[in-house]
């Protein structure tokens, strides 16, 4: 994972760069590329942070390219990185029929004294239009952005308590274990802010994001909320990211610094 | 032409008595204050050194004088009036439109002299200069600057009457009217004045009302100081003379069409006024929403006073009568150049034609002329308008400017109206044909000169590519000459008469019936000089008569896109020079806005100062004239800018799609040879802090030797105007200006 990241970036930078020559906006004092680190941040209202259910403050580190292709648009690449925790309200039962006819129903039980630990790398590909008048990267804008989400989702060994009816005069109770899943979605965002230029180097960038997990609207679209129609452990924990995902895309506000690189 | 004075001296000089010398002496005064004017007119530049106020800003000038304020009522108000008149002040006294130790400022100086000759502590408080402004008008400001407009030297009779301009002036400046004024429209407004009549008019009113008694009080007062001195009394009646016919122009003279007539052009009577409209003047005139009291008032006000003992004992001139007049003609031939730059061409021709009738060989006036009339030739409707040369300019948005168009000659008075009448019922090729003629004359006087030159070329190209006139279409022959000559037809009656002569025959009664067809014959004399034809032909090479059709069927043209339409160029232009870039700051509290001035100025210095960043960054080359942080020897940078802001100010008076031309290019043309560049760049912004900040930018790029404009670019937006907004906006412009396409 972490080598397709790396190699996204290069490529992208790689081909970029040769493009500034060829520029159609004359850019910022002639620079068009901007390097920066930026900052996602909003309080966890509904879900927990990592580890903790405490009140806290959902964050989420990026490393920003972004290039000025036009007077006043810019082409942004990102990657990003946060960590949240995920908390499961329910318990559930997945029933299997095996091959004697019988069915078979296993419970899981979540343990709510530890969330689950979401941590996602996400890439951004989008464009960033700012508001007529001035060139880029000065003043109002608004920013589009497409952002894959490659998520891991971890569990502890306390996390899941599990009664199996194998028997039932004599169910199974136990500790379903430390494991973790990797689920990969998508994001759209819509961002508004401004950004400031000091000292004709630094790019001071704030804001405020607005985003939508598509994959969690079709789920609670198609009425998948109902656990017991999913089929898997998997499945359950892969609509709770979605969900948990969505709920952190929602809104966040914005802080990042750059510099204007060449 | 041998002058009179000139004359006489050689035939004198050989019986040397002393009244043959006292003749000689005499004449030779008479001649020297006119010889200067015979030939030819330099217009007049300051020099010197530059004073203190030049060098300064106006926020530093503002701080020393709150500084002396101390602990007055209405202290707010004492700092915001300060702010704002020094602000403006230094606005005039940097924007070339201010003579610095020239004969006129000179002159007016020692009148000043003269006046507080008794007060030399008062006197050393007082600065007075000569303004370049067409307007009859002198006005002060507070801390003592007095400024005379040269269209006012030129209406003046007498010395006495501008020592009593001059202190009217005076006594508005150390009566501080302006800030009275000020501190009253504030009590107005906060209903504590004492002028708050019943009536919401009469409020309204009140201000009006005010500055008309200070107005009176300056009249009294500067009468007062008239008296203390030894200039006339009486001669100030005239004084009011001039302010009530001020709009008349400064002398009445018969203006005739024969001017412009020669052996072979005739214009015909139509384009003579019968009669012209009697002066009117009316000197009581309602003045209810005027600064001043009407005429008639002011001399009831005055005339009581006008009476002295010692009369006989007083003066109209004290200084000198000689350099009065010097200075009366100079600010006469000042006043037709300012004329041509506020484009108003109408009184140009009067005025050059005025003085032309007493400097008839002066080449200065002659180009004035050609000028007024060439431009007034561009405006007028060419008669097939599918072939008039378009000029498309730059990025395609223009800059607005009102088309000209010649007065309504009914509305003048006097003399003058008759230049109205005919400029107006001339159509495009006579008033072509008639500037040609008198333009090529002047050239053939002075062949050497190069703008004369120019400006034939101009009307030569304008009668070929905007009117289709060849040279075959003007006749070599005069009318008589061809009543005269058997008609082409009738060579031989014993051949058959062919086709064409029978055309050829028909066409030349129909051309000897038209009356008024003066155009087709304007040229007969001129069409007999080799170097005439030579250059109508070189310029007419290459370019044959439109086909008839063109007139009906019009090609399409395809529309460009909006791609194109928006398009900016890539000028690839390797050197600018930079005018002082402008700035203003706003600050709107949504009832009105006000000048923030410390701001503003800061925030011209910081447009001036990235616009040279944004250059050096991209390796563009630039001569910058500006006229901030001058030293005290920057006198040739100082009447740069002055001929610069004459330039850029008369050029963007005449519009993205005029074709009139900018009287100045004489200078620009040297310039340039000097600067090493033709192109010219200005900058500036306009932002208003209200609830949203807002920013107005432009930058222009003009040719200065086809007074193109280049580039043309507005931006509007919402924002800080910070040094990275200026940065970005300039930094595009300036990239478009110095990048080439590829």
Known sequence: MRFKEIFSVCISAITLWPLSALAQSPGYLGKHVTLGYSNNFFPALIGPVAKSYNKGLNSTHGLNFEYTIKNR?????????????????????????????????????????????????????????????????????RKFELVLLFSKLTYGGKSFIIFDNYTNANPIKG???????????????????????????????YGIQFGVVPAALVATLNMESDYSSLSTLESVLRQETNRRLFRYETINLHIGLGFLAF | MKDPGVFLFYNMRLQFTPQALFIILFCFLINYSNAQFELDYKPVISSGTLPAEFLSTAQSMSEKDISRLGDIKYKSANEDFLKSNNYFLHELLLSGDVLLNDPLSQYVNKVMDELLKGDPSVRSTIKVFVTRSPDVNAFAFDNGYIFVNIGLLAQLENEAQLAYVLSHELTHALKKHSLSQYIENIKLKEGTSDYEGGTAKERRLARYRFSKEHESEADLEGLKMMKATKY??????????VLQYSYLPFELVEFRKSFFEDEFLTLPDTLNLKKVSDIKANDDYDDTKSTHPNIRKRRGTIDPELVVDDENNRKKFLVSEADFKKIRETSRFELCRLYLVERD??????????LLQKYKDNIYLKKIMGKALYNVMVTKPIPDQSFTPSISIGAGRSSSSKQYSIPDYSNIEGPSQRVYYMMENMNSVELNVMALSYVYKAYKQYPEDKALSVLTDSLISHLVYSNNLYLNDFSRKTKTELKAAPLSASVDLEQEESKYTSIKRDQQKAELETADNFSKYALVGLLKEQDFVSRYSRISKGHTKKPFTESYAKPVQKKPSKNEEEKVPYL???????????????????????????????????????????????????MDVSVRNL??????????????????????????????????????????????????????????????ERNNYFFILMDLETGKQVKYQTEENKGRDDKAMLNSLLYESLSHVVKTAN
């Open chain 1, 73 to 141: 648009t810019n082409f942004c690449f990102s990657f990003q990185r946060f960590r949240t925790g995920v908390n499961i309200n329910h318990t559930f039962i997945q029933s299997k029929v095996d091959s004697f006819g019988n069915t078979r129903n296993t419970t899981y039980n979540f343990d709510s004294k530890e969330p689950l630990l979401l941590q996602t790398n996400g890439l951004c590909f989008g464009f960033k239009f700012f508001d007529p008048g001035v060139l880029a990267p000065v003043g109002k804008y």
């Open chain 1, 175 to 205: 500790k379903i274990g430390t494991g973790e899943y990797k689920f990969n979605s998508f994001a759209l965002t819509y961002s508004l802010g401004r950004q400031r230029v000091l000292f004709d180097l630094l790019v001071l960038d």
């Open chain 2, 232 to 241: 006339s009394i009486k001669a100030i009646r005239g004084a009011f003379d």
């Open chain 2, 345 to 354: 061409y109408m009184n140009a021709i009067y005025a050059s034609y005025i």
């Open chain 2, 572 to 622: 690839g232009i390797k050197k600018v020079i930079f005018l002082d870039p402008y700035y203003l700051k706003l600050k709107d509290d949504g009832e009105k806005k006000t000048v923030k001035y410390y701001e503003t100025e800061v925030h011209q210095q910081l447009l001036g100062t990235v616009q040279k960043e944004c250059a050096d960054k991209l390796h563009l080359e630039y």
């Open chain 2, 631 to 692: 030293q005290q020897n920057d006198l040739e940078k100082f009447n740069q800018n002055a001929l610069f802001n004459d330039w850029v100010e008369e050029r963007l008076k005449h519009g993205n799609k005029s074709r009139e031309l900018v009287t100045s290019y004489e200078f620009i043309e040297e310039f340039i040879k000097t600067a090493g560049t033709k192109y010219v760049a200005w900058s500036g912004i306009s932002n208003s802090k209200g609830k949203v």
